[in-house]
């Protein structure tokens, strides 16, 4: 019986279901744009006319989508249109217009991949193609004048290629899995699965019209695919995802019911391609998983018929048997040197059909004992000598892996010892699952999944044929198998920066796997304790005798154990240990002109009109006392707000000229930060990845490496700006990577968003070194804080007090004014707020541009960011763009997120459409163009802002263009720019083919950038998302936030109200008080990680004011009552658990208080008494030794008397006023004493409980 080939196909996003109808809302779905293909083409007004339209009645042509399988689900025929991309060429010019029919439910599909000219040699290596013919290509390029093009051009090549690619796919038997590249949630898969049908018929593309056989002939690309599903969810499945967006927009999580395609191989990339049998297993389990997690939503809006799931088991039935007992013969035979492996895998398996296990036919094929003659030539004499070589061990081996699908490059890097952790062949044999814990901190780890089904596949497949291995499994619950899943478990948790897991955490995310397996397995806690799997049966990270390979024991802050991976382990021992070796030196003596060399800087800057003398010098006395504590310490931590002057203490330390002569390395985790960095102190910086590279400690696949052989680099002050944004590896990589002879300073702010995987080292480093109650000047040994805000930005700017307000530092007496502005609309010189009022966000962002900068058209728009003018012979106006680099920072949009329509895609590209069109027209005129073509899928021209998303070295020009030389310069992820070239001159004889691009960083260099098939590595940047802004400065910011608010966090909020030198403009669609809770210490995604870098954390559930649970937080980083309310310090804690013991359910945490003009303050605690007009309003003033927290305490204080409201014991009408401080430190027994004084509630009257009493006599 044939081999079944599945296939994946790429669709776009649609918002009304892929029925052959136009977007019910097309200017809303900025998901479909980011697809070259609908991107450049889109015209999103004359969609949104007809918005909801059947294709049948649509005026003039389709959406740009019918070319992207935008209508599968369509219940009528449907043609389009296509163009020989080549036609242009003199000999093609006699090809016609291709009409592709596609008949009711069908998609069509292109394999990529596989008609890319430079993939040709990869396709052959798997198999053969028949009628491929290279010279034929050669022949085919010369007519076209030797045209560097990146296809397959050779009519009979392309039908050779198409042939051979569907070749396998059996109508009525294979799959077809569709799947979105991009789609509005933000915590989407990076493919994300939307159904799954069965094909059921094939319509191959003809030659195409006009081909002309003198030239060469040319074939139609488009196999047309019929497809079994239907509306009513007969013959496949659709997930419901239009409703879970429209659920996902409201504020509630659905990304559990979210399918997340198999990350393996090829199988869901290149648009159209092939899926091997056991991803088709995975991909089926996935989609069961998901609709299962979509019903258990229990919305209304969210259904799937009874027939999906139907389906869906009946194809899981088929596809495990389909997927056979060997899914991992390509690789193997790979390994064994047998030409095109995939084609002889699938051979074999036809021969011998379905179930049938096809290892003892390749051991007479490699033996030369007969078997299938029809098989025979398979199998060469390289392959048989490479058998004849090997032990019988190894040959077990091979077997063994043949059971898993995994690559022909994983399958070496195992049998050569190149994975994290070697697997000796006996080890393999004896706990396959070694492939996983062995691997989980390889580039590209085998998958716990991958591997658990071939050891636990469906029934059918174990009963017949029991795992080659010398332990066999004896039931479910085998302990290398929970042990794989619980490494792979704390690998995917330190993705989302956690690097320990206490037990119930594990198990919940055990849970979690189980839905993507065949077979489950016992998490019950009583079945991990009887195979020692409990976090108190492993050994302690050091232990030299461990059962398992990576799981290890550490302690939390209660003395419990939870589970940690080795590997993390060590690399937490060894950042502790180097940290310790290096602040465990001597100390530097101060030279008597320390502090005269940073009033040279502090000079540099003068104070800003109307400054506050006394505070200029307080600011003054503050960054001396940090200084001394920067140069004299071998190891710095510095924290400190935005604007403080971090930086300004950096350069005044590299201004010494023995800093720069002991060796100075300058260093930011990113690119912007890094551009920041240099900028700010005027010497060399660089980001982690460039410095680590050279010494292979930054690899490809993006991660940081310790390398304890490695090469390292003596310097003698190390300085690491935005510190909070390293993660534990990125730290590692560095201490592994330089000797420090003098001093490492890392200087960052805790509040800001923590880093994108694991740990938090900043945020733990710093907490450890800071004393319990700092004392101003607030330095402590290795340790400084920065709080006086430098004097340019101002101490009382509203926009700082507002970013004050989600810094999760203690709150000064009048941070509630700001809202009090805000909800009033009082005119701010730095923040406004600007409510949405039932208009879209790109046309509030419009109002504000407006507003703010006076755009009204494409020239003020240009103007606003940069350009300048320049005056036609006709007399008109237009910008000038060659300017406009040094105005890359004067404003910019922030997005917590990319989709949507208030995301990055979506304003960005209206902006383009309202005020860029000009330039686009110019970009694509066919005649005397004398600007680069549209680049990328944004259609990026001259003139237009950028963001360069990658870090890479380019081809970068300095001067005319084109200069007769370029240089390679390093442009880092994240910095900004202008298109400002390529522009034709009068040497160019033909348009410019290049775009160039001059960033503000970088001024007077043009890098260029070309069209490729990953991109260009630039999106347009007039809008950016916040995490992308982090490390970067703009004069003003205009931040975006819709209603439900779902994934923003404290810091999230705190990183975008940072990032204005001068004003931040903020667009709400929601209610403020809803931005006003974000403020509240369970709003950090900082403190929801499990981390022990220094420390052990403690895991507490944390519950709101009602008494509802909130999650999972570290109590090491928020403050906690003993019943599990979080309040804002260490003395509310105390005075909230004696509340709790005195007045239980009598008082309320920072319960508004309002007055009758309207103006409200927040008391830490109100406290009911029998006198309801009289409450008790206690206050705790934690910083009364700051003479600016001391003088709005006393205007605090006056509007409470406003109200009537007086001190104790006596109070006023209005209620009691008691204050407490800790001037001199805490005194709990007086705070008690005099709360009790003045609180005196009737005894309350209790019901009595029944309990258990002893019987007289006994």
Known sequence: MAFVQHLSVRVPWHDSGWSGRVCDDPLGNTSCVMLENIGTKRKGQQEAAQAGADWDTVQGALPPCVTERGAFMSSRDYWFERTHPYSGFPVLRGLGTSRVHVPAYSVHGIPYFWLHRDNVAAVLQERPLDGFRMEDEERALAMLGGAKLPWVLHGDNQQAVIEEFFRLVQPDRSLVFLYLKHSPFEQQPRRMLVGAAVVTGRTAPGR??????????????????????????????????????????????????????????????????????????????????????????????????????????????????????????????????????????????????????????????????????????????????????????????????????????????VMTGQTSIDIPVDALLANPYDLVTCTVDDGEPIAFETVDRGCFPDRQVTERHPLPVTSPFEDANDPRRIDAAMTTVLARAQDEGHTVLPLEQMQERLESLMPRLAVAFDTAAD?????????????????????????????????????????????????????????????????????????????????????????????????????????????????????????????????????????????????????????????????????????????????YLTIPDGPRKRYGTVVVDEASMLTEDMLAALLDAVDITDRLILVGDPRQLPPIGAGRPFVDIERFLRPDRPSWPRTAAHWAELTVLHR???????????????????????????????????????????????????????????????????LTFAQSYGASTRTGKDGRVWPEFASAPTGCDIWQVLSPVRGRPHGTVGLNRHLKDLYRQHDLVLATTRYNRWVPKPLGPEQIVYGD???????????????????????????????????????????????????????????????????????????????????????SEFATVILMLSAGLQGISRELLYTALTRQSERVVICHEGPLDALLELGAPTASDTARRLTDLITPPRPTVVKDRQGSALGLYDANLIHLTHFGLAVQSKNEVIIANLLDRHARGRWEYEKPLFAADGSWRLPDFTIFTDDSARPIYWEHLGMLNDPAYAAKWRSKEQWYARLGILPAPAGGPGGILLVTDDLNGVNEPEWEARFKAVYRPQAAIRPRAVTRRTAPGR
């Open 208 to 413: 195409w019209p006009g081909s002309d056989e003198k030239v060469f002939p040319n074939h139609q690309w488009e196999t047309v695919l019929r497809h079994s599903l239907r509306p009513e969810g007969i013959g496949g499945i659709l997930l419901p995802v239009q409703a879970l967006a429209r659920l996902a927009a409201g504020g509630t999580d659905v990304s559990t019911a979210l399918a997340a395609a198999p990350e393996v191989g090829r199988n869901f990339s290149y648009s159209t391609e092939h899926v091997s049998a056991d991803a088709a297993v995975a991909a089926l389990l996935e989609l069961r998983r998901a609709a299962r997690a979509a019903i258990d939503l229990k919305d209304p809006s969210v259904s799937l018929p009874r027939a999906s799931l139907e389906w869906l088991d009946e194809q899981l039935r088929l596809a495990w048997r389909r997927r056979g007992v060997a899914p991992g013969l390509p690789a193997v035979l790979d390994r064994l040197n047998v030409s095109h492996p995939t084609f002889a895998a699938h051979a074999i398996t036809s021969a011998l059909g379905e179930g049938v296990d096809p290892w003892p036919t390749l051991e007479q094929l490699l033996e030369r004992r007969g078997g299938e003659k029809s098989l025979a030539g398979l199998v060469t004499s390289t392959p048989v000598a490479m058998w004849a070589a090997k032990s019988s061990q190894e040959r077990q081996a091979l077997r063994l892996l043949s059971r898993f699908d995994v690559s022909p490059e994983a399958a070496e890097r």
């Open 945 to 1031: 802002k950028v963001v360069n998303t990658t870090n890479r070295t380019l081809d970068a020009y300095n001067g005319a263009s084109p200069p007769p030389k370029s240089r390679s310069r390093y442009v880092a992820n994240g910095e900004l720019g202008i298109v400002t070239g390529q522009l034709k001159s009068k040497s160019m004889k033909k348009p410019p083919w290049e775009t160039q691009v001059e960033f503000s960083s970088q001024l007077g260099w043009r890098f260029s950038y070309r069209g490729s098939e990953d991109g260009p590595g630039l999106e347009l940047a007039w809008a950016m998302t916040v995490h992308k802004s982090q490390g």
């Open 792 to 858: 340019q930005r101002g101490n009382d700017r509203d926009d700082l007090a507002l970013a004050h307000w989600y810094s999760g530092d203690q709150r000064t007496e009048d941070d509630h004014t700001i809202w009090e502005h805000l909800r009033s609309g009082r005119p701010m010189a730095s923040v406004r707020a600007v409510p949405w009022a039932g208009r879209s966000a790109s046309q509030v962002l419009e109002d504000v541009l407006g507003e703010e900068f006076g755009v009204s058209d494409a």
């Open 527 to 703: 079945t991990l304790g009887a195979l020692g799997m409990l976090p108190r049966d492993l050994e302690q990270p050091d232990s030299d005798t461990s059962r398992w390979l990576q799981l290890r024991r550490v302690e939390l802050a209660d003395g419990s154990a939870a589970y940690k991976l080795d590997s993390a382990a060590a690399r937490r021992d060894f950042i502790r240990a180097h940290l310790n070796a290096i602040r465990s030196g001597p100390v530097h003596a101060a030279p008597a002109d320390l502090e005269s060399s940073l009033d040279q800087v502090l000079a540099a800057a003068a104070p800003s009109a109307g400054a506050d003398a006394a505070l200029e010098e307080r600011g003054r006395q503050e960054k001396h006392a940090v200084f001394r504590v920067m140069y004299t310490s071998r190891l710095t931590v510095l924290n400190g707000r935005a604007g403080t002057g971090k930086t300004t203490l950096i350069r005044a330390l590299t201004s010494r000229r023995e800093i720069r002569e002991g060796g100075l390395l300058l260093l930011a985790p990113t690119g912007k930060a890094r551009v920041q960095l240099h900028s700010k102190t005027g010497e060399d910086a660089q980001t982690l990845a460039q410095f680590l590279t050279p010494s292979r400690r930054f690899d490809t696949h993006g991660r």
